[in-house]
């Protein structure tokens, strides 16, 4: 069963939305409207687990997008209220899509006769980023945002669900070899899942994940927690102050951190 709180977005454009994190953004979704295609299957997903959100369509070509992508473009410039960002993001994983490269060089060139002061931003889970035409693409953009929840094998297992193959140390070199055109993005939690206790708040968890970062040398970090009821109960906040000393953490290695509660 769904919980009432998990959406989908539409597609292949959708809000703009005000960001907890990247501002005015407007989306832009590979995957359709209709379901879920994701490489994770994460407890806290906004859109759903997997299983729950099956579709039997496919994913949109890229011109699809880009002509989704310049109308809503124009008719927000013709309203007076360009976005600060253009997010690839939607209903699962936008690297995994086969029209990913194509779409992100076309929507660069949108952005640049359309909307020029916008950023363009991805938000991936990283598990396709040592793809040679999905790291070039990400090159590309201005916000190249990688997750990283733990660098614990185990904990990545409950909470992230890799749907294939997940090798923590490949997912660091992946990272490093941006040579620092990357932010890290990761959520601190509390609670448990059946049972089991997934704070990652923890020196357990969190030394390991300095170290992580450290040897990825990002430009930036973003750490969140949960926001709003999950498809599997029991997940809960982090405290302000447990993610604020984190954070503090970051900053001493000399990478800028922000916070989202």
């Given at each position: 069963?769904?919980?009432?709180?998990?959406?989908l977005n539409d597609s292949?454009?959708?809000?703009?939305?005000?960001?907890?994190?990247?501002g005015v953004s407007l989306g832009v979704n590979?995957?359709?409207?209709?379901?879920?295609?994701?490489?994770?299957?994460?407890?806290?997903?906004?859109?759903?687990?997997?299983?729950?959100?099956?579709?039997?369509?496919?994913?949109?070509?890229?011109?699809?997008v880009l002509n989704s992508?310049?109308?809503?473009?124009?008719?927000?410039?013709?309203e007076g209220e360009l976005p600060d960002v253009i997010t690839f993001a939607g209903n699962g994983e936008p690297t995994a899509s086969p029209a990913f490269p194509e779409a992100i060089r076309g929507a660069v060139r949108l952005r640049d006769e359309l909307a020029p002061a916008a950023k363009i931003a991805v938000l991936s889970n990283g598990t396709r980023a040592a793809?040679?035409?999905?790291?070039d693409a990400l090159m590309l953009v201005d916000d190249n945002i990688l997750k990283l929840d733990t660098v614990d094998a185990d904990y990545?297992?409950?909470?992230?669900?890799?749907?294939?193959?997940?090798?923590?140390?490949?997912?660091i070199g992946a990272f490093a070899s941006f040579g620092g055109h990357?932010?890290?993005?990761?959520?601190?939690?509390?609670?448990?899942?059946?049972?089991?206790?997934?704070?990652?708040?923890?020196?357990?968890?969190?030394?390991?994940w300095l170290e992580a970062l450290r040897r990825i040398g990002p430009e930036a970090?973003?750490?969140?927690?949960?926001?709003?009821?999950?498809?599997?109960s029991g997940l809960a906040k982090a405290a302000p102050d447990v993610l604020d000393a984190i954070a503090d953490r970051v900053r001493a290695l000399g990478i800028r951190c922000t916070v989202s509660y």
């Amino acid at each position: 069963m769904i919980l009432v709180s998990t959406f989908l977005n539409d597609s292949p454009v959708f809000g703009p939305v005000k960001s907890r994190r990247l501002g005015v953004s407007l989306g832009v979704n590979l995957m359709p409207a209709t379901g879920k295609i994701c490489t994770f299957d994460c407890l806290y997903c906004e859109n759903g687990l997997n299983a729950q959100r099956r579709t039997p369509d496919g994913y949109n070509d890229a011109q699809t997008v880009l002509n989704s992508l310049e109308a809503r473009l124009r008719q927000m410039a013709a309203e007076g209220e360009l976005p600060d960002v253009i997010t690839f993001a939607g209903n699962g994983e936008p690297t995994a899509s086969p029209a990913f490269p194509e779409a992100i060089r076309g929507a660069v060139r949108l952005r640049d006769e359309l909307a020029p002061a916008a950023k363009i931003a991805v938000l991936s889970n990283g598990t396709r980023a040592a793809v040679p035409e999905v790291h070039d693409a990400l090159m590309l953009v201005d916000d190249n945002i990688l997750k990283l929840d733990t660098v614990d094998a185990d904990y990545i297992a409950l909470l992230d669900r890799p749907t294939g193959p997940y090798d923590v140390e490949g997912q660091i070199g992946a990272f490093a070899s941006f040579g620092g055109h990357a932010i890290v993005q990761t959520i601190f939690l509390t609670g448990t899942a059946d049972g089991v206790s997934m704070d990652n708040t923890g020196e357990k968890y969190v030394g390991p994940w300095l170290e992580a970062l450290r040897r990825i040398g990002p430009e930036a970090v973003t750490i969140y927690t949960v926001a709003r009821e999950t498809p599997v109960s029991g997940l809960a906040k982090a405290a302000p102050d447990v993610l604020d000393a984190i954070a503090d953490r970051v900053r001493a290695l000399g990478i800028r951190c922000t916070v989202s509660y």
